[in-house]
T-cell receptor, first 117, second 117 residues
Framework: GAVVSQHPSWVICKSGTSVKIECRSLDFQATTMFWYRQFPKQSLMLMATSNEGSKATYEQGVEKDKFLINHASLTLSTLTVTSAHPEDSSFYIC?????????????FGQGTRLTVV | AQKITQTQPGMFVQEKEAVTLDCTYDTSDPSYGLFWYKQPSSGEMIFLIYQGSYDQQNATEGRYSLNFQKARKSANLVISASQLGDSAMYFCAMREGLSGGYQKVTFGIGTKLQVIP
């Protein structure tokens, strides 16, 4: 079964409002989680690396004030899209490396389809 | 330069036949891992198979095998006995620098596979 749970799976919000997306590791503790964004028919682009107890590391070109990441516990990371605009509409997906070493793959959440109207 | 290159935007395969999805990569790091993920229309990312740069043998997982040719920097995915449920997007991905913490995973642009009855 899924070991990373992401909610909500889809959300529609009005332009200018904020949306929070949660990513939970269910069966293990995740000190690191990754947040990706995927536009239609495109690949996954890493937005930021979420680190428990410290600030997130953002990729070049990602606005950290717009995409707020909080990793408050070992099982939960949240991504908040602040003052959302239609161009923020996208598929957002998180992942967490599983314990067991560097060679293990990362499990992904189910993804969140955000539509800003 | 692209780190992961998938040159096949779309592929068709007859049910029960085998199909090879191409992937080449570019890295100067001696330690890296290669992954294949499947993404059905629902959006979830499903891990299929992993190959480490130091692994001597090609990885296999059920009907999936990875044709790893290190000198050519290719990591093609072979799906045997295709099933209708295999229709999806397939992403090749790479993680570099395995010795120093959880490094980000870089994805290719994907190949859309359609299995024909």
């Amino acid at each position: 079964g899924a070991v990373v749970s992401q909610h909500p799976s889809w959300v529609i919000c009005k332009s200018g409002t904020s949306v929070k997306i949660e990513c939970r590791s269910l069966d293990f503790q995740a000190t690191t989680m990754f947040w990706y964004r995927q536009f239609p028919k495109q690949s996954l682009m890493l937005m930021a690396t979420s680190n428990e107890g410290s600030k997130a590391t953002y990729e070049q070109g990602v606005e950290k004030d717009k995409f707020l990441i909080n990793h408050a516990s070992l099982t939960l990371s949240t991504l908040t899209v602040t003052s959302a605009h239609p161009e923020d509409s996208s598929f957002y997906i998180c992942s967490a490396p599983t314990p067991g070493g560097m060679n293990t793959e990362a499990f992904f959440g189910q993804g969140t389809r955000l539509t800003v109207v | 330069a692209q780190k992961i290159t998938q040159t096949q935007p779309g592929m068709f395969v007859q049910e029960k036949e085998a199909v090879t999805l191409d992937c080449t990569y570019d890295t100067s790091d001696p330690s890296y891992g290669l992954f294949w993920y499947k993404q059905p229309s629902s959006g979830e990312m499903i891990f299929l198979i992993y190959q480490g740069s130091y692994d001597q043998q090609n990885a296999t997982e059920g009907r999936y095998s990875l044709n790893f040719q290190k000198a050519r920097k290719s990591a093609n995915l072979v799906i045997s006995a295709s099933q209708l449920g295999d229709s999806a997007m397939y992403f090749c991905a790479m993680r570099e620098g395995l010795s120093g913490g959880y490094q980000k995973v870089t994805f290719g642009i994907g190949t859309k596979l359609q299995v024909i009855p």
